[in-house]
């Protein structure tokens, strides 16, 4: 659905980049600096690379050999910036249908849904002067999607908000992602985010593309910590909500036949979720321990072990047929025996998950075939 | 005679001043606000030369521009000979000339805050704009324009202050000729040259002042109102 092999320069910045994806949301991810936005600007129109192509739903939208090079207008990418870039002597209202009269889209989507999606009801008559940091990005969003676009782009739409605010809009992404309809290119530094919300990882380090694939194939990576952050080195894993305990608190998601306790999380039974299981919040024992505060302990058996000249070795471990990363230090594998094929006891404390961590599995949006494992 | 009822010759100059100022306003701000546009926005070669172009006006004494306007214009002159011949339109010495004089020499003072005000509008508005599907035009005419209103108002009234008052270049260019050149100030003037004229310049100069401040009062509540349809928060 998204097919990009571009080459490119702008300034001092080399870009090379080379991905494909198919639909849902695909993250770009990478540190400040690394060219995330150079490469939207290129896909969107606003920068021409030097050579490539790309194309949208076998739309060519840039085909240096062809000749073929869409203007912005053309394109229909629906492009949410980081600064929101609202029209600010224009109403909420007039800024959502921009698209409809000035750029003779007509659209197909109701503009009342996107108002419900993204909560703009009370905004309507407002001026973006008066908006919160947040609101003005639901707004961008909101606008961005009744441009009848056929992809949707969001250039870090959370990077100049404080926590708070990321987390009142954090839900309505987890919304729009399922919703939308249409494929999205998710930018962020944040591995929280593109965790939470992508279908598919693309890596962007240094103007380059290292590495793209679905996002628990990509986070279960250990070569790539350089461009993922170590300190955040994660694992997802999917399941379901089986019980909402509310005298103790507790949620019960189901990960495949094991149970996992989770301080509680906004969802119901049945509730499909994903959660990020930091490599540093989870701890390996080779006989099954008693007596522990730990909630969570699974049994697991070692697929690799990757150490380094650090005192740290990172983990991969089978749980139920998913993957999770363990970080522990090099010393622990010397003195516990670790080898890979080992049964072992993962142990993951319930307070080390965020709860806030809500978001639909991978199964719910339109993976293209791409399948997480 | 009541002294608050005008004489015709002293409605005439008002009627022509005001006749003049308009038209070369009408004509002037729209090429003010596509100029002060490319000025603000395209870098080229001969960007300065031009800049230093429009802004002759403001530096050359007003009788040079009168001048240089009677040579290019006047009907010996090769525009002036041309629009003459081929589309029977004359400046010299007719109200028309006045109105390009007023024209010329308001020009750059309406360019300069007009372009201000283009370069404080974000061209990445206009982005914005594009990838929600409109053209260069309309992104300009629906963002950028109304964007930099204020401003364009703040150079209007600026440009018509000046055509109004416009005297060095007018006489020089198209005379003093009452009923067709003579405005307020050529009037006025005309005035303070005629022995026990002082009357007729006191009564001229109040009639200049009561426009001048009645113009600053609608352009204020104009800009008033302006801002509360731009800023929201601030109205």
């Known amino acids: 659905m998204l097919d990009v092999d571009i080459k490119g320069r702008v300034g001092q910045l080399d870009l090379e980049a080379r991905f494909a994806s198919g639909g849902g949301v695909t993250s770009l991810f990478g540190q400040s600096g690394a060219g995330k936005t150079t490469l939207t600007n290129m896909i969107a129109g606003l920068i021409k690379p030097i050579s490539g192509h790309i194309a949208v739903n076998g739309t060519t939208l840039f085909d240096a050999q062809k000749g073929i090079n869409l203007s912005v207008q053309a394109r229909r990418i629906g492009h949410v910036f980081q600064d929101a870039r609202l029209f600010p002597h224009l109403s909420v209202a007039s800024n959502l249908t921009y698209a409809r009269w000035a750029g003779r889209r007509p659209g197909t989507r109701d503009m009342a849904e996107v108002v419900d999606l993204l909560g703009l009801g009370n905004l309507l008559e407002r001026k973006p002067g008066t908006l919160s940091g947040g609101e003005k990005q639901r707004v961008a969003i909101g606008r961005a999607l009744l441009s009848d676009p056929r992809l949707l782009i969001m250039d870090e739409p959370l990077a100049n908000l404080d926590q708070a605010r990321r987390n009142d809009i954090l839900p309505y992404l987890d919304r729009l992602c399922v919703e939308a309809g249409i494929p999205i290119l998710y930018v962020s530094h944040s591995i929280e985010e593109v965790a939470r919300l992508s279908n598919t990882l693309v890596i962007l380090s240094d103007g380059r593309t290292p590495a793209f694939g679905p996002v628990a194939d990509m986070l279960a990576r250990t070569d790539l910590g350089r461009a993922t952050g170590r300190h955040e080195a994660s694992a997802l894993l999917e399941g379901t909500v089986t019980r909402c305990d509310p005298d103790w608190g507790l949620t019960d998601v189901d990960i495949g036949g094991a149970i996992l306790q989770i301080p509680d999380m906004a969802a119901e039974p049945g509730d499909a979720v994903r959660l990020r299981i930091r490599a540093r919040d989870v701890a390996l024992a080779v006989v099954p321990p008693e007596g522990l505060s730990i909630r969570n302990a699974f049994g697991a058996t070692i697929r690799s072990i990757s150490s380094e000249n650090g005192p740290y070795a990172e983990i991969l471990c089978s749980v139920r047929g998913q993957v999770l990363r363990a970080r522990i230090t090099r010393a622990s594998v010397a003195d516990l025996d670790l080898h890979t094929g080992k049964d072992v006891t993962v142990l993951i404390k319930s307070v080390a998950i965020d709860r806030r961590q809500r978001a639909p599995a991978l199964a719910d949006a339109d993976t293209g075939g791409n399948s997480a494992g | ?235």
């Not at chain 2, 100059?13 to 090429?31: G, Q």
């Not at chain 2, 006047?74 to 525009?79: A, E, I, N, Y």
């Open chain 2, 1 to 235: 005679m009541d002294f608050f009822n005008l004489e015709p010759a002293e409605w005439q100059a008002l009627l022509l001043t005001l006749k003049v100022a308009s038209a070369a306003l009408a004509v002037a701000l729209p090429l003010a606000v596509l100029m002060a546009f490319v000025l603000a926005r395209y870098r080229f070669t001969g960007h300065g030369a031009v800049n230093a172009l429009v802004h002759l006006p403001l530096v050359l004494p007003p009788v040079v521009t009168g001048y240089v306007l009677l040579l290019t214009f006047g009907r010996k002159g090769p525009v002036g000979s041309f629009l003459d011949s081929v589309f029977g339109v004359t400046f010299a010495f007719n109200w028309t000339g006045a109105a390009l004089a007023a024209g010329v020499m308001a020009f750059p003072l309406m360019v300069r805050p007009i372009r201000l005000s283009f370069e404080a509008v974000d061209p990445k508005l206009e982005e914005a704009a594009k990838s929600l599907g409109a053209h260069r035009l309309t992104a300009f005419l629906t963002v950028t324009l109304p964007l930099a209103l204020p401003g364009i108002l703040g150079g209007a009234i600026l440009g018509f202050a000046k055509a109004m008052g416009e005297f060095g270049a007018t006489i020089t260019f198209v005379s003093n000729i009452p009923g067709e050149t003579r405005t307020l100030s050529l009037a006025l003037y005309t005035a303070t040259q005629t022995p026990g004229g002082d009357l007729a310049a006191f009564r001229l100069t109040l009639i200049a002042a009561f426009v001048a401040f009645a113009a600053l009062i609608a352009s204020e509540a104009l800009a008033r109102r302006l801002r509360a349809r731009m800023g929201g928060g601030h109205a």
